[in-house]
């Protein structure tokens, strides 16, 4: 669950994260960390969902526990893009499938 600021550069938007120099670094750096995760990038991006979810129910019990779920989603979440940039597997779907699974993540830290 990487929230991005987006802005609209000549008609077009795009992430301020992705395009600043910080955000570069930071998403290469990862994507040598990970990029030998024997995984394909859209199983890790589902699989933060599943962490948001342990969190969710996670929460009545510890809300410690719950805070820690939420972060490690956050994290897992921040290494698909890098990793599919990094093995060269970016796609559209994988894109697709990225916001729609941050929407999921982001709908559990709500309720």
């Known amino acids: 669950m990487v929230y991005h600021i ?13 395009n600043s120099g910080f955000g570069q670094g930071i998403s290469k750096l990862l994507g040598k960390l990970f990029r030998n995760v024997p995984l394909h ?39 698909d893009g890098a990793v599919a940039r990094a093995k060269g597997m970016q796609t559209r779907k994988g894109a697709f499938i990225d916001g729609m699974c941050d929407r999921v993540g982001e709908f559990f830290i709500i309720l």
């Open 6 to 18: 987006y802005i609209s550069v000549r008609g077009k938007e795009t992430s301020m994260l992705k």
């Open 41 to 79: 990038p859209n199983i890790i991006t589902v699989s933060s969902v599943f962490f948001a979810l342990l969190a969710y129910f996670a929460y009545e019990y510890n809300g410690w526990h719950s805070l820690g779920l939420f972060l490690f989603a956050f994290f897992v979440d921040a290494i």
